[in-house]
T-cell receptor
Framework: SQQGEEDPQALSIQEGENATMNCSYK?????LQWYRQNSGRGLVHLIL?????REKHSGRLRVTLDTSKKSSSLLITASRAADTASYFC?????????????FGKGTHLIIQP | NAGVTQTPKFQVLKTGQSMTLQCAQD?????MYWYRQDPGMGLRLIYY???????DKGEVPNGYNVSRLNKREFSLRLESAAPSQTSVYFC???????????????FGAGSRLTVL
């Protein structure tokens, strides 16, 4: 079953605006990761936040995590046309295990020039 | 670096035919995975291999078999394809990050399979 659910399913904004995507999950996590998928391509890892962290930055990306609400958000600032893609959150089970990640259904982001 | 390489990129099968999707990684990762991606469903884990010589079922293993041939290669086999297996299949490999203990995946470009 899907453990990570992104919201909204689709988002269309103007270039230069900020884009915010949310992710909710149901069970405890060790870490939460965000991936990007360009059309027709594989997923690419963007950023990881551990369960004991509340906020993380990487370039134009900002991720927050609220474990009490079981939710995370991904903010892309000053969006560009090249940011058009689908974004997925993935729950890491942690504990050093290699049993894969559980992905949500994704948010499809369109940046309009 | 090639990363994760999947073959074939596209395949059309008739119901009941068999085929094998090949995957190889050159990053010396211990763990490898097969996911399928369907519209509106996100990615679902089919099988994974935590290390060479081991394989385990994921969320949707029915109708599939896997082989971890060596550390580099992990294949997915459909013995008798069904239309419900029409999907895009992704192979991934991973490293466990020392500081966080997190499992970060590197994906291949995908294999689009259509079963008629």
């Amino acid at each position: 079953s899907q453990q990570g659910e992104e919201d909204p399913q689709a988002l269309s904004i103007q270039e230069g605006e900020n884009a915010t995507m949310n992710c909710s999950y149901k069970t405890s996590i060790n870490n939460l990761q965000w991936y990007r998928q360009n059309s027709g391509r594989g997923l690419v890892h963007l950023i990881l936040i551990r369960s004991n962290e509340r906020e993380k930055h990487s370039g134009r990306l900002r991720v927050t995590l609220d474990t009490s609400k079981k939710s995370s958000s991904l903010l892309i600032t000053a969006s560009r046309a090249a940011d058009t893609a689908s974004y997925f959150c993935a729950r890491g089970h942690g504990g050093g295990g290699a049993d894969g990640l559980t992905f949500g259904k994704g948010t499809h982001l369109i940046i309009q020039p | 670096n090639a990363g994760v390489t999947q073959t074939p990129k596209f395949q059309v099968l008739k119901t009941g035919q068999s085929m094998t999707l090949q995957c190889a990684q050159d990053m010396n990762h211990n763990s490898m995975y097969w996911y399928r991606q369907d519209p509106g469903m996100g990615l679902r884990l089919i099988y994974y291999s935590a290390s060479e010589g081991t394989t385990d079922k994921g969320e949707v293993p029915n109708g599939y078999n896997v082989s971890r041939l060596n550390k580099r290669e992990f294949s997915l086999r459909l013995e008798s394809a069904a239309p419900s297996q029409t999907s895009v299949y992704f192979c991934a490999s991973s490293e466990i990050r020392r500081l966080s203990g997190a499992n970060v995946l590197t994906f291949g470009a995908g294999s689009r399979l259509t079963v008629l």
